[in-house]
Nanobody, 126 residues
Framework: QVQLVESGGGLVQAGGSLRLSCAVS????????MDWFRQVPGKERDFVAA????????DYADSVKGRFTISRDNAKNTVYLQMNSLKPEDTAVYYC???????????????????WGKGTLVTVST
């Protein structure tokens, strides 16, 4: 059974940084394209960032471009989200997700993801 476990969330002041991790077990990590999403209570889950199987391709939501960086370590079965210059509007529960994919492509989107973590809360204070 594939499991995704996020960590690294917490409370940070605006302008600060956090690094989220998502550890994957029970599957072949190097076969997954990985995404990060976030959700505020009462709102839809939004795309944040994506990375291809080897890490050669990445994509970001416009709202986080230049501030967030997605990366992965296939030897550690872990994907990361480095978040800098955090803003109060970045406050959300952050989820990682995985989809088995052929080739060096990004995931097709949230509805295609095969596996999800339970999320980690990020709170950015003013």
């Amino acid at each position: 059974q594939v499991q995704l476990v996020e960590s690294g969330g917490g409370l940070v002041q605006a302008g600060g940084s956090l690094r989220l991790s998502c550890a994957v077990s029970g599957g072949t990590f190097s076969s997954y394209a990985m995404d990060w999403f976030r959700q505020v209570p009462g709102k839809e889950r939004d795309f944040v960032a994506a990375i291809s199987r080897s890490g050669g391709r990445t994509d970001y939501a416009d709202s986080v471009k230049g501030r967030f960086t997605i990366s992965r370590d296939n030897a550690k079965n872990t994907v990361y989200l480095q978040m800098n210059s955090l803003k109060p509007e970045d406050t959300a529960v952050y989820y990682c997700a995985a989809v088995t994919i052929l080739g060096e492509f990004l995931s097709p989107g949230a509805r295609s993801m095969h596996h999800w973590g339970k999320g980690t809360l990020v709170t950015v204070s003013t």
